[in-house]
């Protein structure tokens, strides 16, 4: 009996594993549904779309489809999945340069959205954390002056933080 048991209360757990599974590919999809819904609310211009995989290489078209679809699915909000298509935009229309794409690709997959919604407030002559400021210098978005010269003979240890160029086009890239 101990081993019936036992074997009942196996298939009991491995069926509730089954349907928990099921349960989670059900939302994973959905969620995914809803990022590939926001990325495609507003279509591409089909001339720029057709001017752009003519200039290049059909291999590096696939790469850049490949990139963004594990953008989409690796995203953790339907805001990153609109960042994702207005970056795509900006290299349609050529305001980024394919090397910048990769490069801003990059930061957008490792930066959280709340982090993205905190440069842009930056970007907009706000303020936030140091330890972000440090992050996003990490990311080359913001430059560090490191220590600098307050006056009057006066050396701060702390350092100043400024969004550069690239900073600027990105935000720039992911608002569209």
């Known amino acids: 009996m101990g081993y019936l048991s036992i074997l009942t209360g196996t298939i009991k757990t491995l069926s509730a594993l089954a349907s928990l599974y099921k349960g989670c590919v059900a939302v994973n999809s959905r969620f995914l549904v809803k990022k590939i819904e926001k990325f495609s609310e507003r279509p591409f211009d089909e001339d720029v779309v057709r001017d752009f995989v003519e ?22 909000s339907v805001i990153k999945a609109i960042y994702e298509r207005n970056l795509v935009e900006a290299l349609l229309t050529r305001r980024i340069s394919d090397a910048e794409f990769w490069k801003m690709n990059f930061v957008l997959q490792h930066l959280y959205t709340f982090d993205i919604s905190e440069l842009i407030k930056l970007y907009d002559g706000g303020d936030c954390p140091t330890q972000m400021k440090i992050s996003f210098s990490f990311y080359g978005i913001l430059d560090d002056s490191g220590p600098h010269d307050e006056g009057e003979g006066t050396l701060s240890l702390s350092s100043i933080y400024t969004i550069n160029d690239f900073g600027k086009k990105f935000v720039d890239s992911i608002r569209g």
């Open 55 to 76: 200039e290049i290489d059909i291999n590096r078209w696939e790469e850049i489809q490949d990139l963004v679809i594990h953008q989409l699915t690796q995203a953790e």
